[in-house]
């Protein structure tokens, strides 16, 4: 009888951490509508098909999702076939800190907080942080006095969330949030990866003032994990205190990396290992 009640204990203890698991699909610069990748439909097709047979428990899409309304409309007709919750933060190709309303007139907020089970994410407009209308400038670009006052507003926004977030910790009131479990979607990253992109032109990082105004807050809401797209080339570094999970395109690169999506696979201590999947 003893035997039979340490294997049920071992059995549930061995349980614990899958079921404690979760798994996010990162979708990312699909590009519908882009006239240098043609295949950007199909292929977003064909991605879906794919994390459907991997079950996640949510999907992110880190934005530069179509050229145009008529596009993102596509774009989420296509993504409507996933079988868990998606979530979209846009890309310098869906919005610019003066044409935000845009995409929210099809997409919804562009910055906002959502869970997936125990973990907490926000997703950030990163066009917010930044101008990035002119991919040759060699100088940062300075916001519009509209873009400012977005700007402002955004990260007013984030600041508010933290403080709710860090008070609901310290008197145990409201929804139970895990600090080690708090993730940030945004488009464009923070830091380069070393020499990668191979320039350093502004375009390719959020630049100051912004820069450090957001990791101020991400460093104060403890944050070690933060999902972005933009680069068209999957990887994992580590810069500013935190890891970056980079997601392949989905529609066209520039770089000789295949195309493709990512599976981020959270444990219940907030690690994360990704997976760079192939577009076959």
């Given amino acids: 009888m003893l035997r039979e009640i340490l294997m049920v204990l071992l059995s549930l203890c061995a349980a614990l951490p899958a ?20 295949g950007a439909a199909a292929n977003l097709r064909r991605v879906v098909e794919m994390v459907n047979q991997r079950h996640p428990d949510a999907v ?40 935000a309303d845009h995409f929210r007139s099809v997409f919804g907020k562009d910055y906002y907080q959502f869970k997936v089970k125990n973990a907490t994410f926000f997703a950030l407009d990163s066009q917010l942080l930044g101008s990035f209308d002119v991919f040759d400038s060699n ?16 990260l007013e926004w984030f600041g508010k969330q933290i403080d709710a977030m860090q008070e609901s910790m310290q008197t145990g009131s409201g929804a139970a949030v895990d600090p080690a479990l708090v993730f940030v979607v945004q488009h464009v990253p ?35 994990h933060v999902f972005a797209g933009h680069w068209h ?13 980079i997601a392949p395109a989905t529609s066209w690169t520039g770089f000789k990396v295949p195309l493709g999506f990512a599976i981020h696979t959270i444990s219940a201590n907030g690690d994360v290992k990704t997976e760079f999947v192939k577009l076959r």
């Fill in 139 to 154: 100088q940062v670009m300075p916001l519009t006095a509209i873009g400012q006052a977005e700007s402002a507003r955004m």
């Fill in 19 to 38: 079921a404690a698991q979760i798994t996010v699909a990162h979708i990312s610069d699909t590009h519908l509508g882009l006239k240098h990748a043609p």
């Fill in 60 to 99: 992110i899409v880190s934005g530069d999702i179509g050229e145009t309304p008529e596009a993102w409309k596509q774009a989420r007709e296509i993504l409507s076939k996933a079988k868990a919750p998606v979530y979209y933060v846009p890309g310098d190709h869906d919005d610019n800190s003066t044409t």
């Fill in 233 to 245: 080339s999957g990887m994992v570094f580590q810069a500013d205190g935190i890891t970056y999970h």
């Fill in 190 to 224: 923070i830091s380069r990866n070393g020499g990668f992109p191979p320039d350093a032109k502004p375009y390719w990082t959020v630049q100051e003032p912004y820069r450090s105004r957001e990791l101020e807050l991400l460093h104060r809401l403890g944050v070690k």
